[in-house]
């Protein structure tokens, strides 16, 4: 099954990133191309430095690139302004942190919920999906529980509830077993990949552990703020069963 | 479609219970301030009510002539002063557009009744007065013609007088009191009228002019303190003291580079400075409390900056998920202003309570206005919106990749 003529949901080409820090220029990224097909689940490896939290930001429309364009299904990212990128956050994409990123103070209910509620849910049907995408990631019965009272491995499957609770195209995840144990890693691992088979959403991890990329069928590697290695540089979607 | 403001609100609420203590202490800047601009209003309103309702008690359209002339330059000449005497309260009953006439002579005497003793003021006047002032009694009578007269030894008595001359309860009427040695007999009591800004209009004795003259000061029986004069409309008020001056002057026989020896006051110029002047009052006590509500914004500003400062994570994350900036300024902007309002609307409870305990602490007049609590509503908001849109602004211009890196 080829599908090389359909466009790919997420196509970079040439992106740069330049940070001014201080004075001396630092070239994160120097020429990013990178096709990513709909339904496609893949790893950025790279060593640390190597630009990859740069490029997931860019990807996750939460910074812009200094040069050379993204387009997510077939739109140009920077010709959006600030909120059309928030409306694109909100709906199309989803993030998941290394260290989780849950609101502190708030239940993990309330959590998984706030992507709803800026979706302009009201209370009663952001509860309902919220407590469904809790279900989905075994977590319902801690719903009411705060991130002070839950594990790592736990806090992290809430923040991907969090993430997919709006139905994204695009699950974003940046290192998501960085802080964890082995046992959990494999465990968010599976998780991921069961909401890539079971909501065929499109799945890019960064990872630099080689059996945490395994679970990917796609790795792509990164090195000095390029990409030096990539199994499927045309993005043409290939099923589990064929990788 | 965005986020519902209810939705919203109930972030900002959750952001402000997150931090009880820090809220409060912000608020307290408000509550005070607020609290402040209330019971200032209220005193300065207060005071300025029970002036405008004592001068209009004594009446509107009365003027008084007095002895003595107006500080004038010096090098002016003004005359050696003519008194004000018996025979211009007549002259002047005679003009146009009066309605009535009353002379004052005014003397301190010491009061006794059994072993009571009491410095107070006595007033010597025509029966015309008890009309011209108002007098209501409380029992008894005010002296008549006959008295007057007679040049009887008649004396009604004001509440204060009363009070340190008899004992509690007990009907003056009939009794006899001694005015420096001298037997009166009490035939009225006055009913309370209160103190006009400190001063106790109530600590006083009624007594025939005559008896004034003769019995009790030994002055000429001619020369009298004042002249009070009711005028028959407030609008003939500048002609009949134009009259009066114009009488008076040629009575004096003043030649026109002399000023006048005598003055006259107009009660209802008198209005228009108590009202422009206590009304100036207010304002200044409004703005010297408003500055405290203002030290109250800056303490909000100052706990916003903290707050977003604090939160930056918070503020990425959310961003992550959805918020924009819109959503972002309109939270921390609302956690602003329900802090300035929450405030304000404590400040006011709390300035009522002031504005009552200062009251009956004090007994000085009080009057809180609607309008005060809007202004400090309004004002309260306005600062929350001002000193929180600074912070909010800073909080919605984060990049959402930066905020989330921030440590
Ligand atoms: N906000 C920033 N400001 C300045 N330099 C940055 C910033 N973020 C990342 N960098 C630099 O950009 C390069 C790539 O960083 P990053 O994308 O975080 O790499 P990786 O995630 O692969 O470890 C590094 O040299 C890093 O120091
Ligand atoms: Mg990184």
């Given amino acids: 099954m080829s599908t090389v003529d359909q466009v790919p949901l997420i196509q970079c080409r040439g ?22 097909a709909q339904g496609e689940m893949v790893a950025i490896m790279g060593a640390s430095g190597s630009g990859k939290s740069t490029l997931m930001n860019i990807l996750g429309c939460m910074d812009r690139q200094t040069g050379g364009s993204y387009l997510l299904e077939g739109i140009d990212v920077s010709t959006l302004d600030d909120s059309q990128l928030a409306t694109l956050r909100n709906r199309k994409l989803g993030f998941v942190f290394q260290r989780y990123n849950l609101l502190a103070r708030s239940t993990a209910l309330h959590n998984v919920e706030l992507p709803l509620f800026y979706a302009g849910f009201s209370p009663a049907e952001a509860k309902k999906e919220a407590l469904l995408a809790l279900e989905q990631v075994g ?9 002070n009272q839950m594990s790592g491995g736990q806090q992290q499957r809430v923040a991907i509830a969090r993430a997919v609770v709006n139905h994204p195209l695009v699950l974003l995840a940046d290192e998501p077993t960085g802080a964890l144990d082995t046992v959990s890693s494999v465990e968010i691992m599976q998780l991921f990949q069961r909401m890539h088979n079971e909501r065929g959403v499109t799945v890019i991890i960064v990872t630099h552990e080689p059996n945490i990329a395994d679970f990917c069928p796609r790795k792509v590697v990164m090195r000095d703020g390029v990409v ?15 990788a | 479609m965005t986020i519902r403001p209810t939705v919203l609100a109930g972030f900002a609420i959750q952001a402000l219970q997150a931090n009880k203590m820090r809220s409060f202490l912000t608020m307290l800047g408000v509550i005070i301030g607020v609290g402040a601009v209330i019971v200032m209003m209220a005193i300065g309103q207060g005071t300025q009510n029970q002036v405008l309702s004592r001068i209009n008690q004594l009446g509107a359209n009365r003027l008084t002539v007095m002895a003595g002339a107006q500080g004038g330059p010096p090098g002016r000449t003004t005359s050696a002063g003519n008194p004000l005497t018996l025979s211009d309260v007549e002259d002047i009953s005679q003009l146009s557009f009066v309605k009535a006439v009353a002379p004052t002579v005014r003397g301190s005497v010491v009061a006794t009744q059994g072993n009571h003793t009491w410095n107070t003021g006595i007033t010597g006047t025509t029966p015309e007065m008890a009309d011209i002032s108002s007098l209501v009694l409380q029992s ?10 007679a040049a009887s030894p008649v004396a009604v008595l004001g509440q204060t007088a009363y009070e340190n001359l008899f004992s509690y309860g007990v009907d003056p009427v009939g009794s006899q009191i001694r005015l420096q040695g001298i037997s009166f007999r009490v035939i009225g009591l006055l009913r309370p009228v209160g103190a006009t800004a400190g001063s106790d209009q109530d600590d006083v004795i009624y007594i025939p002019v005559t008896t004034a003259q003769i019995r009790l000061l030994g002055t000429s029986n001619q020369l009298v303190n004042a002249i009070t004069v009711e005028v028959q409309d407030q609008a003939y008020m500048d002609r009949v003291q134009a009259d009066i001056t114009s009488l008076l002057r040629k009575k004096h026989r003043l030649t026109e580079a002399q000023e006048d020896d005598f003055r006259i006051m107009n009660n209802a110029q008198i209005q228009e400075q108590v009202e ?32 977003v400062t604090e939160r930056t994570r918070e503020i990425g994350v959310r961003m992550a998920i959805g918020a924009s900036k819109r959503d972002i300024l309109a939270q921390f902007l609302l956690e602003a202003v329900l802090m300035s309002l929450g405030g304000s609307l404590i400040g006011i409870l709390l300035g009522m309570v002031a504005t009552e305990v200062f009251a009956m602490v004090t007994t000085w007049p009080v009057a809180i206005s609607l309008s005060s609590v809007l202004l400090a509503v309004g004002t309260a908001s306005i600062i929350g919106i001002f000193f929180g849109f600074y912070p909010a602004r800073h909080a919605a211009n984060l990049n959402p990749a930066q905020a989330l890196s921030y440590e």
Avoid: C
Avoid at chain 2, 279 to 287: E, H, I, M, P
């Fill in chain 1, 15 to 36: 992106i740069t990133k330049v940070y001014p820090l201080s004075g001396v220029e630092v070239h994160a990224l120097r020429g990013v191309d990178l096709n990513i």
């Fill in chain 1, 139 to 147: 977590l319902r019965d801690l719903a009411g529980h705060r991130p």
């Fill in chain 1, 228 to 242: 030096v290695s990539d199994d499927n540089p045309s993005g043409s979607h290939r099923t589990m069963e064929e």
């Fill in chain 2, 140 to 149: 008894g009578r005010f002296f008549n013609q006959a008295d007057l007269k």
């Fill in chain 2, 276 to 307: 422009s002047v206590t009304g100036t009052l207010t304002l200044f006590l409004a703005a010297v409390a408003g500055i405290s509500l203002v030290v109250g914004g800056i303490g909000i500003m100052n706990i916003m900056l903290v707050s």
